[in-house]
């Protein structure tokens, strides 16, 4: 194959060409756009390249024999004259058909050719000769070339009529594989490597497999559209207007080999309904596995390639639009690039006119080459007869005033209606919210739902905020699970709204001037930028510049910006604009400076991007253009378009000026380019100013033993409320309001000027043996408050020898009095507890008696008191005949000793006399 024109770069995969004029539709607008080629075999006799070249490098010539090679191999036309009757006709429209049905071409068999010098490269004229024309000479015979072809717009096939692969017996299904091929490099496609049969364009013959496969169709689909794209005159499927029409659905349509160009286009379907229904819709990238991708080697030897993953090109956005061709009714973006979006149960309910459904691309590969994105598309309906979500709105917003829109860490409260359209009821459902981890729900994600009786609904009201950065999108989705169906609907929030910053439509503005506050520059006077009326694409002014006009001058024309101050993060850049120069070799680029005009970076250099109407090809080497092999606005815009250009991350903060440089070689006059509407939008989200709320529990223990000592919660806010704020709470916790502690209000009040708000708990003492109880504290949403810190704790503790009863006997309630004795060793349970000892099982009490003489005789008992128990007194006694009323303190002597962990050693000392004396050691309980 001839190798067209080897100065331009090759901008995707291995295609290195578009057309860019045809007969039929004359300038062919941009990469992605369908176009409509024309084909025409040249009568025999006439004059075509061989394959050879002269010293010169002039190609040598042969004369065309193509149409009686064919008769004689296959058979002639049934009617003279009249090729299409001929039986190896259909081998022919085959292969152009293989390329229109999976890209966005048209061709059409054009009858006549004029037998034009081939090598002349004629342009296609309706009913004169095509645009791509067919022959064939003799030009290695049996091996070598099978045939070779020329680039866009030249685009002719010359086949090698005494190669026996080309015309032997049974050779159909070879002829038809070579002659897609070539025209595979009149579409503009290199040859792609390594051979392993897997591509039709790869450098050698293969009849693995019959026309196009994955990577020929990829690449032809970025040149020139997939096979939805066009629809009558309309030769993009990228706004409403022009969304391809699916007609009349009312049960399954699917699509495959589909695909977004690049990282500016979209798709858009249009389709109608005949009754009510419940839409299911799913966007599947491909699934065709990485690949091995790359280019031929300059001496004709193949590459290996590098992989190629076609799975995760773009994130695919897929959008259901309303009637009206703008309203978002439902959206998915929440998969992983490479995984599908779905939009499931969606109602509805209006008929016979268009709904619209638009898929997008994005993501982190988007931006970068060989970004053409294949996908599948299913679209599926169910009748109405199950749930269906509907009706969000944003009910209150935390913001004041409110913008109807969700803000960064804003408290908002929505409701969506859930709705049964059976005719029965539905039982046991529920609603869950998810979304990203920018989410916070307050309160439960899964709420159950009332049973809904036929064609009955109910409203389901949320709290939440979203992190986020000012402009971002967040979808949130809701399902609906009940025993009987499942729906589902998600929402796009954008983070914020859009606020214009900066515009100018120059419809104040003198013609053939600029605005005051614009400068321009061009070295030729009459290529200067300037403002015009007439001949304006828009309804109104706009601002021009003139294409080629001077046939011995390249030139640049400047139009420069008023310094535009303070551009904030997601700041865009969006203008109405339309082009007509000499495809590749004059154009267009939208240039910025952040030092007042000193230096000047191209957008996407700067770090820049475009989001809509990109750059649409690349300026040629070859040529004297001063934005040679950069990418450019160039060719045919197709009339008015709007680009949304994102502003370079490195500007925020800083105050730029915007360039338009309009570029132009040494030959060809052309219209030029058309700006107009010049527009800066910002996000602008409001300033949360309500106070958020910290609650702590500063002192945690509220105690039965001493009801005095309450326990505190307290609610601190960040800033002080310039009135009374009311602060609503719930309880948890198995400790009972009313009965374990004094009943709480349900809220708490900072007053206005103060930060502080307090809830003591004061533990109510009982007999109830019960343990230690907890008791948490949750503050309750609002959208006067934001909350950071919601829950906290305290604990209710028991009595202590309440305490120590339930740690030891637990429920049980037999023996287990002060004076019972629960394991029967003649302990009481109150004296165990105060000397440390298990009532469950059978000790010997920790005391030492001795009998001391010294100048008469003492009775010593020597025991631990435990410090810590504040509910009993250890009281010795001592009496001569232990009846009840002999016993005493009076004459006992008590020694304090050393305290070791909590226990405190004392001594109890009585002396002996010549009567008997006895001695003991009472417990007594002081609380409760």
Not at 515 to 538: C, F, I
Request: with cysteine; aromatic share 8%.
């Amino acid at each position: 194959a001839d190798s067209g024109n080897t100065n331009n770069p090759q901008p995707l995969f291995q295609g290195d060409d578009r057309w860019s004029f045809t007969a039929t539709d004359g300038f062919t607008g941009s990469s992605g756009t369908p176009v409509t080629i024309t084909w025409s075999f040249v009568p025999d006799g006439t004059r075509v390249p061989d394959g050879g070249s002269r010293a010169n490098n002039r190609p040598t010539t042969g004369l065309s024999d193509l149409i009686a090679k064919l008769n004689t191999a296959y058979g002639a036309p049934t009617t003279t004259g009249d090729l299409t009757t001929a039986p190896w006709f259909e081998m022919f429209e085959t292969s152009f058909n293989f390329w229109e049905a999976t890209t966005g071409n048209i061709y059409i068999y054009e009858p006549f050719d004029d037998g034009t010098d081939m090598l002349d490269f004629p342009s296609g004229v309706i009913g004169t000769r095509g645009d791509v024309r067919i022959g064939g000479t003799q030009i290695d015979g049996n091996g070598g070339t099978l045939a070779f072809n020329y680039f866009p717009d030249a685009g002719d096939m010359v086949i090698d009529t005494a190669d026996s692969t080309n015309l032997g017996a049974g050779q159909q299904a070879t002829l038809r594989n070579v002659i897609t091929h070539e025209h595979g490099h009149g579409l503009g496609l290199s040859h792609v490597c390594p051979v392993n049969q897997t591509k039709l364009m790869e450098p050698f013959l293969s009849t693995a497999f019959v026309g196009p496969q994955f990577d020929d169709i990829l690449t032809t689909q970025e040149l020139y559209g997939d096979p939805l794209e066009r629809q009558a005159s309309n030769k993009n499927n990228n706004t409403a207007a022009t969304a391809r029409n699916l007609g009349v659905l009312n049960t399954t349509f699917t699509a495959s080999e589909l695909s977004i160009a690049n990282a500016n286009d979209s798709d858009i379907f249009r389709f109608q309904l005949t009754q009510e229904k419940a839409l299911n819709l799913t966007v599947t990238p491909t699934n065709t596995p990485s690949y091995l991708e790359g280019s031929q080697n300059s001496d004709g030897s193949c590459s290996t390639g590098t992989f190629f993953d076609p799975q995760n090109r773009q994130d695919l956005i897929l959008r259901v639009l309303d009637t009206d061709g703008t309203t978002v009714i439902a959206s998915s973006n929440t998969a992983s690039i490479g995984d599908a979006e779905s939009i499931l149960g969606l109602a509805l309910r209006d008929t016979g006119q268009n709904y619209y459904i638009e898929v997008k691309g994005g993501g982190q590969n988007s931006g970068s080459v060989n970004n053409a994105q294949a996908y599948s598309l299913e679209i599926a309906f169910e009748d109405l007869n199950s749930i269906q979500i509907k009706d969000f709105n944003i009910t209150a917003e935390a913001c004041a005033p409110a913008n109807g829109a969700a803000d960064p860490e804003e408290l908002i409260t929505v409701q969506v209606t859930v709705e049964n359209n059976a005719s029965s009821t539905v039982e046991n459902s529920d609603i869950t919210l998810s979304g990203s981890a920018n989410l916070n729900i307050i309160g439960n994600p899964t709420q159950d739902l009332p049973d809904l009786l036929a064609n009955s609904s109910t409203t389901v009201t949320y709290q939440f905020s979203l992190s986020g950065e000012c402009g971002d999108t967040e979808t949130i989705s809701f399902q609906v699970n009940s025993d009987s169906s499942t729906a589902q609907t998600t929402q796009e929030l954008i983070l914020g709204v859009e606020e214009t910053f900066y515009t100018e439509d120059f419809n104040s503005t003198a013609l053939n001037t600029i605005p005051s506050e614009y400068s321009e520059s061009s070295a030729l006077a009459d290529a200067k930028w300037r403002t015009v009326n007439a001949s304006s694409p828009t309804s109104s002014n706009a601002v021009f510049a003139p294409g080629k006009i001077d046939s011995d001058n390249v030139n640049s024309a400047y139009l420069v910006s008023p310094t535009i101050n303070s551009i904030i993060a997601r700041t865009q850049l969006l203008f109405d604009h339309s082009y007509n120069t000499e495809e590749t070799y004059d154009g267009g680029v939208l240039e910025i400076s952040t030092n007042n005009g000193s230096n000047w970076q191209e957008w996407t250099a700067a770090g820049g991007t475009y989001t809509q109407q990109g750059y649409s090809e690349t300026i040629a080497t070859d040529t004297g253009n001063p934005l040679a092999g950069q990418s450019a606005w160039t060719g045919d815009s197709g009339g008015l378009v709007t680009t949304i250009a994102q502003f370079p991350p490195t500007t925020e903060g800083q105050n730029v000026q915007l360039r338009w440089h309009m570029s132009n070689d040494q030959s060809v006059q052309s219209v030029g380019w058309f700006i107009d509407n010049i527009r800066i939008l910002r996000p602008a989200c409001c300033e949360i100013t309500i106070p958020t709320l910290n609650l702590t529990a500063i002192d945690s223990i509220a105690s039965e033993q001493d009801p005095a000592d309450a326990a505190q919660f307290v609610i601190t806010a960040d800033s002080t409320p310039t009135a009374s704020l009311s602060v609503s709470y719930t309880l948890a916790g198995t400790a009972t309001s009313g009965s374990d502690f004094v009943a709480l209000a349900g809220s708490a009040t900072i007053n206005a000027g103060e930060s502080i708000a307090t809830i003591p708990v004061t533990a109510i003492t009982d007999a109830n043996v019960e343990g230690d109880e907890t008791l948490t504290l949750t503050l309750s949403p609002s959208v006067n408050y934001g909350i950071n810190s919601a829950s906290a704790d305290i604990t209710i503790k028991d009595l202590l020898f309440d305490a120590f009863r339930f740690e030891k006997f637990g429920t049980e309630s037999l023996n287990t009095a002060d004076d019972a004795d629960f394991d029967f060793d003649g302990v009481p349970n109150l004296i165990e507890y105060a000397f440390g000892l298990d009532p469950t099982n059978q000790e010997t009490p920790p005391f030492s008696l001795d009998v001391q003489a010294s100048e008469g005789t003492s009775l010593v008992l020597t025991y631990d008191e435990d410090t810590t128990l504040d509910d009993i007194d250890y009281i010795v006694e001592t009496s001569p005949s232990l009846s009840p009323a002999s016993w005493t303190s009076v004459g006992v002597t008590i020694n304090s000793g050393t305290i070791t962990n909590g226990l405190e050693t004392k001594t109890a000392t009585i002396e002996m006399s010549d009567q008997a004396r006895f001695i003991r050691i009472r417990i007594n309980r002081t609380a409760p």
